[in-house]
């Protein structure tokens, strides 16, 4: 009898002890990222539309999901409204909602899917820190703001309490994505630069009644730092194990604008440094290189012979010639 039981308690503590790595798989977390760390990391996206922004962070928290979903985009770009809508609803796709909301942005997609470490980065940020995420947004269109980069137009409506800079769209049933280089708008401008054409927007899509079933018209109570999806509250603490795809579009068009200098300026006590993109791969239209010639081997220099041996040479072969003939 004591035997059985001490057999059954090496048992249970053999399975305790093997569970624990599975329990560790998804009980850690990633490490806390600095404020300066964050503002880095949500600076391209930043000065997204508040709508807009809820659902990429809140999409970035999938990232195993976005390469698919970005092809998915890609292969339906151009449509309409209610035809992506029909087609979204048809397909029974896999997907969070959030994830399902950025299909009629394939560029939004494009962009979290060719950079899948910062996309991972960002939604393990947004899950463990999200207050901290939410104020480096605020960081950094404060910051956008004061430099006159940050300014309503005729696609977004710039407002908010003192503290918190919210983004809406201006026709709340279109959103338009802003393109822009995070080394320009979050720098001092030199003097006598435009700064109005620094933030460029493409074209608008409208969210028709199709697509609102999937979040759209909410965004962020920033006061208490909460993210409105789908008409509720946010909330996701659990991460899962995350594997990196590779994406890769055989024919891409992106419209991209020359990276400005990196003037190293500070501000107060932060200084901010965008992350910048990956040197391009060197061009190999030609890689023929011709071989450069061959050195040139200068033979030696004849050696003068002195007059002695000179003449000595001259009387023995006069002398061989001699006794040839008297052969």
Do not use: C
Request: glycine share 8%.
């Amino acid at each position: 009898m004591k035997l059985t039981n001490l057999i059954n308690k090496m048992n249970v503590a053999v399975l305790m002890v093997a569970a624990v790595p599975a329990m560790a798989q998804y009980s850690s977390q990633p490490p806390l990222l600095a404020p300066q760390e964050l503002d880095n990391l949500v600076s391209r996206i930043a000065l997204y539309p508040d709508p807009l922004l809820a659902q990429v962070l809140a999409a970035a928290t999938y990232p195993n999901d976005i390469p698919d979903a970005a092809r998915w985009a890609d292969d339906r770009r151009g449509m309409r409204s209610d035809d992506l809508a029909a087609a979204i609803n048809g397909s029974n796709l896999p997907w969070d909602a959030s994830i399902q909301a950025l299909l009629p942005f394939p560029e939004v997609l494009d962009t979290m899917a060719r950079d899948m470490n910062w996309t991972a980065r960002l939604g393990d940020a947004f899950m463990v820190q999200r207050d901290d995420v939410m104020d480096a947004v605020q960081r950094m269109r404060r910051m956008a703001e004061e430099y006159g980069y940050l300014r309503s137009n005729q696609q977004v409506r710039v407002s908010g309490d003192p503290g918190y800079i919210e983004i809406m769209p201006y026709d709340p049933a279109v959103i338009y994505v802003p393109v822009y280089d995070p080394y320009v708008v979050y720098a001092p401008p030199r003097p006598g630069v435009y700064v109005g054409g620094a933030i460029v927007f493409g074209r608008g899509f409208s969210i028709g009644f199709g697509l609102t079933r999937w979040g759209w018209g909410g965004g962020f109570d920033w006061r208490s730092h909460n993210v409105i999806v789908r008409e509720r509250v946010w909330d996701r603490r659990v991460s899962h194990p995350v594997t990196m795809p590779t994406y890769r579009r055989e024919t891409v068009v992106v419209e991209r604008h020359a990276p400005a200098v990196d003037r190293g300026w500070t501000r107060d006590e932060r200084s901010f440094r965008p992350t910048p993109a990956p040197a391009p791969a060197p061009r190999m239209e030609n890689s023929y290189r011709p071989a450069p010639p061959a050195a040139r081997v200068e033979s030696a220099p004849r050696r003068e012979m002195p007059r002695h041996e000179e003449s000595r040479g001259r009387d023995n072969g006069g002398a061989r010639e001699g006794r040839g003939r008297g052969h």
